[in-house]
């Protein structure tokens, strides 16, 4: 995509945010790596009316328009993109399921095969820090490490993916599971599932979701 079909997209996968449910209002945010840089939702805007216009280019080093206002969260994003040459795309939400592990600072174990999608055989949870710092963005680069999706503690929820398509759709993914282990543990302790089967999954499953084509 050029420059304003990314602009466009970014807005979209907002919206689309909202509307499965796994974000509310404002409080979420997307990236899309662009060139030498990234692409970022500025802070405080309501996603109905959030135009190409207002979405922020910032530099790898963290530079921006002086006009404009990246969102609060851009340090992450960031930090990231820096850390992971293969991502293309960064989301974040709070979904209620994954907010409320995160606020127990639960991960979420391999109750279902599908936690394979998320790289590995478990969604950490990240430490707690206030939102927006240096600490956080460590904490959350951490989680990531070797994974597609991690947990905020008391926060929220971070997917990565090789296309904002995929990091959304993960986003959706990690929910589920947050949901699924959130219902078992009403009931008791889950069984749960290998790391080698997770493992073997996570092979079996490559190109599983959304083609690149």
Request: net charge neutral; charged share 20%; hydrophobic share 40%.
């Amino acid at each position: 995509m050029n420059e304003s079909e990314k602009r466009q997209a970014i807005i979209d996968a907002c919206r689309r945010m909202n509307a499965l449910g796994i974000n509310q209002g404002t409080s979420g945010n997307i990236s899309v790596r662009h060139g030498d840089g990234l692409l970022i939702t500025p802070t405080s805007v309501v996603y109905e009316k959030m135009t190409p216009d207002q979405i922020v280019f910032m530099t790898m080093d963290g530079a921006h328009a002086p006009a404009e206002r990246p969102s609060s969260e851009w340090r992450f994003h960031l930090d990231i993109l820096r850390a992971r040459p293969e991502a293309e795309a960064v989301v974040h939400a709070h979904p209620t399921y994954c907010t409320i592990l995160a606020i127990m600072g639960r991960e979420i174990p391999p109750i279902h095969y599908m936690i394979a999608a998320a790289g590995g055989d478990s969604i950490r949870c990240s430490r707690y820090a206030t939102y927006g710092t240096a600490e956080l963005s460590r904490h959350a680069v951490t989680a990531l490490k070797g994974r597609l999706a991690c947990l905020l503690g008391h926060h929220g929820m971070i997917a990565i993916g090789s296309s904002l398509e995929k990091a959304l759709w993960l986003a959706v993914e990690v929910e589920t599971l947050a949901r699924q282990y959130h219902g078992c543990l009403q009931i008791g302790k889950p069984p749960l599932l290998s790391s080698n089967e997770i493992e073997r999954v996570r092979r079996k499953m490559s190109g599983y979701g959304l083609s690149d084509a």
